[in-house]
């Protein structure tokens, strides 16, 4: 976690006041790209073009309009602005409690922890175990930089932790999206379906499982290129045609899995420390079991 707070509050509850920190709980990893010359290799600056005038004009040029219809617009002057903002500047205010999952994971935004400051460790110890005690989270409102945010705190880690939400009328519907609503599932279907979610089924999340094998193919494409190395191609995705029998892909998945889990088990066992003869003096019993059983 960052050391450095990129904002302060003071969570009120009820008629608490506990002050806390913000820290950035996130940190976007994705694969970035600059724009060059492709003549001389320099970065290239973006300038702000006029078409009107046809001309390069400087910032000091510009003010903000908000679009009231196309091609229509109100100015607003930087001062103008600066009064509409929200006043209640690093109060996070908590206004109702409910479930997370009353909370749809559609409306989580970005992610912040929240550190208590000096003097407030009490106040939020309390808070904390209050919340996981009664298994809730806190609903209310946050302003940071003007402008008021929609948020839920909830326990984390032993702490706190605070995110940003959507607002109701910034998630867009899916009524019309074509969800198979109108086909029917068979018993024998939802069945299979049920047993290949069961296989699959793990007893907790494990983030570390799971890598960017873009930005790692990037990334090894880059080290390539600076050492004169030829960059190897991107081994091909197997190709998924349109499931056409729903049941004989649901049982030829089932039987994918069956034969996967013996040869894992099998591997997990030797490479266990000092069970490597017993693990293969297993294998090989179950298999002189499985050839006697045949012969008879």
């Not at 820290?23 to 702000?48: E, G, P, W, Y």
């Not at 600066?82 to 970005?110: C, G, M, W």
């Not at 209050?130 to 609903?139: E, F, I, T």
Request: glycine content about 6%; charged content about 30%.
């Amino acid at each position: 976690m960052a050391s450095r707070a990129i904002a302060n509050g003071n969570i009120s509850f009820g008629l608490v006041s506990i002050p806390v920190h913000l820290f950035t709980a996130t940190v976007s990893k994705s694969v970035a790209f600059h724009l060059l010359h492709a003549k001389d290799k320099s970065r290239i600056q973006q300038r702000i073009y006029c078409p009107v005038d046809d001309a390069i004009i400087e910032r000091s040029e510009l003010e903000r309009g908000y679009e009231v219809e196309k091609g229509r617009y109100v100015v607003f002057t930087d001062e103008e602005l600066k009064n509409l903002e929200a006043r209640n500047e690093h109060t996070i205010e908590i206004t109702e409690f409910v479930p997370l999952s009353a909370v749809d994971p559609i409306y989580f935004e970005n992610g912040y922890f929240l550190g208590s400051d000096t003097g407030a460790a009490k106040a939020y110890r309390l808070l904390t175990e209050a919340m996981v005690a009664s298994k809730r989270v806190a609903l209310g409102r946050f302003t940071m930089r003007g402008k008021e945010h929609l948020i839920v705190i909830r326990p984390y880690e032993k702490g706190l932790m605070l995110h940003t939400v959507y607002y109701a009328d910034e998630v867009r519907s899916s009524a019309e999206i074509d969800r198979g609503q109108h086909e029917s599932v068979k018993e024998a279907e939802l069945t299979l379906a049920k047993r290949l979610i069961d296989d699959l089924t793990v007893k907790k999340f494990e983030p570390e499982k799971y890598h960017d094998s873009y930005r790692e193919r990037v990334q090894e494409a880059a080290r390539q290129k600076l050492t004169g190395q030829e960059v190897a191609e991107a081994p091909a995705e197997p190709r998924h045609g349109q499931v056409i029998d729903l049941m004989a892909a649901l049982k030829a998945s089932l039987e994918k899995r069956a034969k996967a889990e013996p040869a894992a088990s099998e591997e997990a066992d030797d490479q266990k420390p000092g069970k490597g003869s017993r693990g293969s003096s297993r294998t090989a019993r179950a298999a002189g079991e499985r050839r006697s059983g045949s012969k008879r």
